[in-house]
């Protein structure tokens, strides 16, 4: 077999195994046990038919990478879908145009196959000349982009690459979607996907602008790139004006679809931000929103900088996480001008030597959310995070460190395994390898809670902490049962019901004396200086549950002078003082002392917090914590204190 590298001449199509490196596709995961697909404009590699490389449970002979010729892979994965499922692949054809897969109709992940276990047969078909990798005997497509892609007309749009069907959108997962009726894969770069796609021809100049965007009203139907001052291609059905974008420039001025264009870009313009800070100062998250409907999310240096946002009035906001307070100030730029804007950042409380971790947050693999793992973490960060767990759905974390620019930001590869009821657990450090399915990811199909929580924690000698769902403990068995046990479990607003009731499943827990510590969406996690923290620091605070699961605000819990995931000292029983700091509150909270007795005490504590004494009675209990909550969204949970030491982790008994 030839190893090809250039793209075969027109006329003619090549379909064979993948024989050399050479083959493979920048950015692509194709290895030399998959096959290729070309022929002049792209080429395509199709997995090996033992399994699919993004779901566990099915089988191969998905499309694994795609692009035209001279560009990277943008995929992470096609499956075409029979009956609602795909297949778990027995024959694997290869034809001289086409590679045909039969085999038993699987479910994939996100739902139950309506003709699972019945057979199919399904053929990619390659045309000469042709941007559609053809499909026989499927109903659908799973489209699954890798990277930053915008979903317009129903077609996944990245600026340089376009992958699009020419079937009915059924379920945008957030990251990859569903749809019905499709006969083929389009893969073209997004001038020439426009074409194959749409009907309303368009053409013309912009000076100096990088893009063409498609509008109806304000949303946008699409886009086109401008290269060297020009642009050409087709608009999407329903297109009522296009408008052109550029670097540091406004949008132009709207103009109707049509052949030769003339479009006039506006004009440029700079922010130049300084930045005074009463709070430690760190790097930010900067938004701009311009009035013509532009908008970015870029990190500055704690000192600010210039910024290129273009000429009109432009809104900027500045976010860094519940510590901090948001700033949001409108300025008016003049053309080919920069405006200067001096602000000072205050801190909203200070959460001494605390970090925010975010046990479970989304990546690029996830199905469920498009976009880079860099942008990932840059949500991450403007929310406050600075310990990131990257846990995608039934996959693997592929963020592999911190971003450029946030030097203080610690981030670990995990995975999120969901059962098939629904319910969840995150799982880390994980490796992601290609040659498995979900990238090694656990495939829960079938598994019970236990097997299912064991499998995650990967045993005795991979040493990985786990994270689960207050619906795994109605479905696991009793803890004097249970191996293993989980570390962590994932707290949500307790909603109309008291904390105690909501959560139950795992109070029971604790009233057994078993140690698993709470956690939120985001969560305060104890270490030894905030402002440089380590990733050992921070796994050691989450080992020790000196946390505290949380929407933003922070709850300090003291009981004998024990904090939260410490052993009362023996010496100090009996000692009834109990102390609570609130912070960080927008709205007024109900806070409340839980524990193995109830509910001894609440508070409402007004905006922005309170410190607030009790005093127990001679019943001491065996484990004491506090929980704040409002009616609507916000609210926080402390890990537990301990009169005596629980079945688990525990730090050593508090002075």
């Given at each position: 077999?030839?190893?090809?590298?250039?793209?075969?001449?027109?006329?003619?199509?090549?379909?064979?195994?993948?024989?050399?490196?050479?083959?493979?596709?920048?950015?692509?995961?194709?290895?030399?046990?998959?096959?290729?697909?070309?022929?002049?404009?792209?080429?395509?590699?199709?997995?090996?038919?033992?399994?699919?490389?993004?779901?566990?449970?099915?089988?191969?002979?998905?499309?694994?990478?795609a692009a035209p010729w001279s560009d990277n892979d943008r995929l992470h994965e096609a499956i075409p879908l029979v009956g609602g499922g795909w297949l778990d692949v027995d024959t694997f054809n290869v034809g001289d145009d086409r590679i045909t897969l039969g085999g038993v109709i699987a479910s994939l992940r996100d739902q139950p196959a309506e003709r699972a276990g019945e057979y199919g047969e399904v053929s990619w078909v390659l045309a000469p000349d042709s941007p559609w990798l053809e499909l026989e005997g499927a109903d659908g497509l799973w489209i699954h982009p890798s990277g930053s892609f915008d979903l317009l007309s129903e077609q996944l749009v990245h600026d340089q690459l376009v992958y699009g069907h020419d079937g009915v959108l059924d379920t945008d997962l957030g990251g990859a979607i569903r749809v019905s009726g499709a006969s083929g894969l389009l893969v073209a770069r997004p001038s020439e996907a426009s074409e194959a796609l749409f009907s309303q021809p368009v053409s013309g100049t912009a000076a100096d602008a990088s893009t063409i965007l498609f509008l109806q009203g304000e949303t946008i139907l699409g886009q086109i790139p401008v290269e060297d001052d020009q642009f050409s291609g087709r608009a999407p059905e329903g297109t009522e004006v296009l408008v052109a974008e550029g670097v540091a420039r406004g949008r132009s001025l709207p103009v109707p679809p049509g052949e030769s264009l003339e479009i006039d870009l506006g004009a440029r313009g700079w922010v130049d931000l300084a930045l005074e800070w009463a709070a430690p100062p760190r790097p930010v998250a900067i938004t701009y929103e311009a009035d013509d409907g532009r908008t970015a999310t870029v990190?500055?240096?704690?000192?600010?900088?210039?910024?290129?946002?273009?000429?009109?009035?432009?809104?900027?906001?500045?976010?860094?996480?519940?510590?901090?307070?948001?700033v949001s100030r409108r300025v008016t730029i003049l053309p080919e001008e920069t405006a200067r804007l001096g602000l000072t950042l205050e801190p909203a409380f200070d959460p001494g030597d605390r970090i925010l971790a975010a046990l479970g947050w989304r990546g690029d693999v996830a199905r469920s959310w498009r976009g880079t793992d860099a942008q990932a973490l840059l949500q991450a960060w403007s929310i406050g995070a600075r310990f990131v767990v990257t846990a995608p759905e039934?996959?693997?974390?592929?963020?592999?460190?911190?971003?450029?620019?946030?030097?203080?930001?610690?981030?670990?590869?995990?995975?999120?395994?969901?059962?098939d009821q629904g319910w969840s657990i995150v799982s880390w450090p994980w490796s992601s390898s290609s040659s498995f399915a979900g990238h090694g990811a656990v495939d829960p199909t079938g598994r019970s809670a236990a097997d299912l929580l064991a499998a995650a924690a990967g045993g005795p000698n991979t040493n990985r902490r786990t994270?689960?769902?207050?619906?795994?403990?109605?479905?696991?068995?009793?803890?004097?049962?249970?191996?293993?046990?989980?570390?962590?479990?994932?707290?949500?607003?307790?909603?109309?019901?008291?904390?105690?009731?909501?959560?139950?499943?795992?109070?029971?827990?604790?009233?057994?004396?078993?140690?698993?510590?709470?956690?939120?969406?985001?969560t305060w996690l104890d270490v030894a200086d905030a402002a440089a923290p380590t990733e050992a620091d921070a796994l050691a605070g989450l080992a020790a549950g000196a946390t505290v699961a949380t929407t933003g605000p922070l709850v300090v819990l003291r009981w004998a002078g024990a904090s939260h995931g410490e052993v009362i000292d023996p010496t100090r029983l009996p000692d009834g003082e109990v102390a609570l700091t609130i912070t960080g509150l927008e709205t007024t909270h109900t806070v409340a002392l839980l524990s193995d007795l109830g509910r001894l005490t609440e508070w409402a504590v007004e905006p922005p917090g309170a410190t607030l004494r009790y005093r127990l009675d001679s019943a001491e209990p065996g484990w004491l914590a506090a929980a704040a909550w409002d009616p609507d969204a916000s609210w926080a949970m402390t890990g537990p204190v301990w009169r005596e030491a629980p079945v688990g982790e525990v730090s050593p008994t508090a002075p």
């Open positions: 077999m030839a190893c090809i590298t250039e793209p075969p001449e027109a006329g003619q199509v090549v379909v064979q195994p993948l024989v050399c490196s050479e083959m493979q596709l920048a950015g692509g995961e194709g290895a030399l046990t998959d096959h290729f697909m070309a022929n002049s404009l792209f080429r395509a590699v199709i997995r090996n038919p033992q399994d699919s490389l993004t779901v566990p449970g099915v089988g191969g002979g998905t499309v694994i990478d990190i500055s240096p704690a000192d600010g900088g210039r910024i290129g946002v273009g000429a009109g009035g432009v809104t900027i906001t500045i976010s860094g996480g519940p510590d901090l307070q948001p039934d996959e693997i974390g592929t963020a592999n460190g911190a971003v450029t620019g946030l030097p203080t930001l610690l981030q670990i590869d995990g995975s999120r395994t969901v059962s994270v689960v769902d207050l619906a795994w403990f109605d479905a696991a068995p009793a803890p004097w049962e249970a191996d293993p046990h989980p570390h962590y479990v994932r707290l949500d607003h307790p909603g109309l019901e008291a904390p105690e009731d909501a959560w139950q499943a795992w109070l029971g827990w604790l009233d057994g004396g078993y140690l698993v510590t709470p956690v939120g969406d985001l």
